[in-house]
Nanobody, 122 residues
Framework: QVQLVESGGGLVQPGGSLRLSCAAS????????MGWYRQAPGKQRELVAV???????HYADFVQGRFTISRDNAKNTVWLQMNSLKPEDTAVYYC????????????????WGQGTQVTVSS
């Protein structure tokens, strides 16, 4: 069994910063891509950023250089540093990881964290 545990959300004023963390634990042989998604009320879940096991990154257009995704493969952990936050960044942020549980597994399995609320408001 695999768990993704997120932390770091909260209330911040516009222009402020937050750092989200997500740690994967349990039966893990390897992790492929790790990423962050978000879902605002009444909207569909959308990709924020993704990072490969080799460190390659991809960001949604709305990030515009404000967010940085990073990971530590030894700790099975991914972070999202969010700067210059805007009210429209308010959402529940979810961690995602593509995990191979055993060396004999034929495919990766998609796992999700429970979500952490980020509210940007004055």
């Amino acid at each position: 069994q695999v768990q993704l545990v997120e932390s770091g959300g909260g209330l911040v004023q516009p222009g402020g910063s937050l750092r989200l963390s997500c740690a994967a634990s349990g039966s893990i042989f390897s992790i492929n891509d790790m990423g962050w998604y978000r879902q605002a009320p009444g909207k569909q879940r959308e990709l924020v950023a993704v990072i490969t096991s080799g460190g390659g990154t991809h960001y949604a257009d709305f990030v515009q250089g404000r967010f940085t995704i990073s990971r530590d493969n030894a700790k099975n952990t991914v972070w999202l540093q969010m700067n210059s936050l805007k009210p429209e960044d308010t959402a529940v942020y979810y961690c995602n990881a593509e995990i191979r549980e055993h060396f004999w597994s034929s495919r990766d399995v998609d796992y999700w964290g429970q979500g952490t609320q980020v509210t940007v408001s004055s």
